[in-house]
C-alpha cells in the first residue's frame, strides 16, 4: 500500500494522519522509511563499504521525520503502544548508527508523539476527554528553528467532504501560533 505513495513516504516533510492507528502497524513502516531517508541525508561521503553521517544533520530530519506522522487511536492502551513502537522504532534506528545519542533528541521524540499520536475518536472528531482534537503543525524554518502552530482536528478535514469547486482552495484556520524555537526545546512550549 505504501509504495503506491512511494515518494511521499521517502520525503522527511510529507505529512502522514492515520485515524485508526490501532498499535501503529501504518505508521511504523511509514517511519521506517522516514529514517532511512534522514540517514541518506545526513551521509557526509560517497561510500556504500563504510558511509559516514553527519549526527546534528541525522538528529534534525529524525525530528522532522517524527513530527509529520500523526495518529488517532479509539483505545487508550493502543495509542500508548503506538508511541512506544514509534520510538522504540527511532532508538533502535538511531542508536544503531550513532555511539553517543542525545538525551534531548530522544526527549524531543518523545513530546512529539505524544503530541502527534493523540487519544480519541476520529468520526466525532474529539479526545478521551471529549474536547475537540488538536493538532500541531511543526515548521522547520531555518537551520535549528521550528515553528509550531495548533488546528481543531474538525477544521482540518470539513472541507474535505467534496463541498469544494475545482477553483477553490481549503486554507485551515489555526487557533495557536507559538513563537520559534530551537528544535531541541520543543518540550519547553
Request: glycine share 4%; with cysteine.
Amino acid at each position: 500500500m505504501l509504495d503506491l505513495v512511494k515518494i511521499q513516504t521517502e520525503q522527511i516533510t510529507s505529512t502522514f494522519l492515520e485515524p485508526a492507528c490501532g498499535t501503529g502497524n501504518f505508521l511504523a513502516e511509514i517511519l521506517r522509511r522516514k529514517l532511512a531517508t534522514a540517514l541518506r541525508l545526513s551521509q557526509i561521503n560517497k561510500s556504500k563499504k563504510s558511509p559516514k553521517y553527519a549526527q546534528f544533520h541525522y538528529e534534525k530530519h529524525a525530528i522532522c521525520a517524527i513530527s509529520s506522522i500523526y495518529g488517532i487511536e479509539l483505545l487508550a492502551d493502543n495509542c500508548d503502544e503506538c508511541r512506544r513502537r514509534l520510538l522504540d522504532l527511532f532508538l533502535d534506528h538511531y542508536q544503531s548508527h550513532f555511539k553517543q545519542t542525545d538525551p534531548a533528541v530522544i526527549d524531543t521524540a518523545k513530546f512529539l508523539l505524544s503530541k502527534n499520536i493523540v487519544g480519541g475518536n476520529a468520526l466525532t472528531l474529539t479526545d478521551f476527554n471529549h474536547r475537540p482534537i488538536i493538532f500541531s503543525e511543526w515548521k522547520l524554518i531555518s537551520e535549528t528553528l521550528i515553528q509550531r502552530r495548533d488546528y481543531v482536528y474538525e477544521n482540518l478535514v470539513e472541507k474535505t467532504n467534496n463541498q469544494l469547486t475545482d477553483n477553490q482552495g481549503f486554507i485551515p484556520k489555526h487557533i495557536q501560533d507559538y513563537p520559534p524555537i530551537h528544535y531541541l526545546k520543543l518540550s519547553e512550549q
